[in-house]
């Protein structure tokens, strides 16, 4: 089960394909989610939709030992991808609930996977080039927390850097549950406070409240890739599965002891990987 735990991220912007290259590219993923790439008009938008989908085949191929061109990967109307299991796979069967995730913003593409859990990641970068100071760059977002996030926030100051820093991380968390549970667009984010391990503000390990009630089985961890990328890997029970995931397989249901065991599944470092391992259709080896 453990294999089914996984970390990967990608920088992007260390690949500067030529437009031949970029279209090569693009032909290894299927007819029908070419468009999903080549619907942005910035290129390196372009290259993180890109990588985006192609990471998604190379985990499941390295996880499940799937054939590069048998793997069918779809998402739910919220967004959510997950894999159509339409192959016999042993594998599949010793990681009962095998899912993933995967966000990307800045330099980075992150893919995040789990055998049991519902899994969400969001990795979000500091635009060191932003001109406003931290209360005015705020002041779009004071709905999205709770005062005691708030709190927390502006007292990882003075330093403007640290402000950022911590708004950014919170803001992960928010995303990385939000994506883990399949909800999409519409939630009330107030409504998840998180709290830090132990009180300390820079610790990377964080639970959360959902309407106040402190949900123990959902763990979250904060990772920095960088000096300005942070990404947050949600983890938490199949039952809270929302909306369309439900009827995805990531919506089963597990009796008790099975999502216990699968949370003390040790949480793993990212391992970054080049651009030239993501295009490779063979086996990846790490």
């Known amino acids: 089960m453990d294999k089914g735990v996984q970390r990967w991220a990608v920088n992007v912007s260390l690949w500067t394909p030529s437009p031949h290259q970029f279209r090569s590219c693009i032909s290894l993923l299927p007819p029908c989610e070419r468009s999903s790439v080549v619907r942005f008009v910035n290129f390196e938008d372009q290259k993180r939709a890109l990588l985006s989908r192609l990471l998604q085949r190379k985990l499941v191929q390295f996880v499940l030992g799937l054939n590069y061109d048998c793997i069918v990967v779809e998402q739910t109307p919220e967004g959510k991808p997950y894999l159509i299991n339409n192959v016999e796979n042993k594998n599949l069967n010793l990681l009962p609930n095998f899912n993933f995730n995967v966000s990307h913003h800045g330099d980075y593409v992150v893919i995040v996977s789990e055998p049991m859990c519902l899994v969400g990641v969001d990795v979000m970068a500091h635009d060191t080039r932003s001109k406003d100071p931290p209360h005015k760059f705020f ?148």
């Not at 599944?265 to 080049?274: A, E, G, R, V, W």
């Open 139 to 286: 002041e779009a977002f004071s709905a999205c927390f709770t005062p005691c996030e708030w709190e927390t926030i502006w007292s990882a100051g003075p330093e403007e850097d640290m402000l950022f820093h911590q708004f950014y991380r919170f803001w992960c968390m928010k995303e990385a549950y939000i994506k883990a549970v399949g909800i999409g667009l519409g939630f009330e984010l107030q409504r998840a406070e998180f709290h830090y391990q132990d009180g300390n503000i820079w610790s990377n390990v964080a639970h959360v409240r959902i309407d106040g009630v402190h949900k123990t089985k959902w763990q979250f961890f904060l990772h920095s890739l960088d000096d300005k990328h942070w990404v947050c890997v949600a983890k938490g029970p199949p039952a809270d599965a929302i909306g369309s995931l439900i009827e995805t397989p990531s919506g089963k249901q597990f009796d008790g002891v099975t999502c216990d065991t699968a949370l003390t599944l040790q949480n793993k470092s990212f391992i970054l990987l080049t651009v030239e391992q993501i295009l490779s259709t063979e086996m990846l080896a790490i």
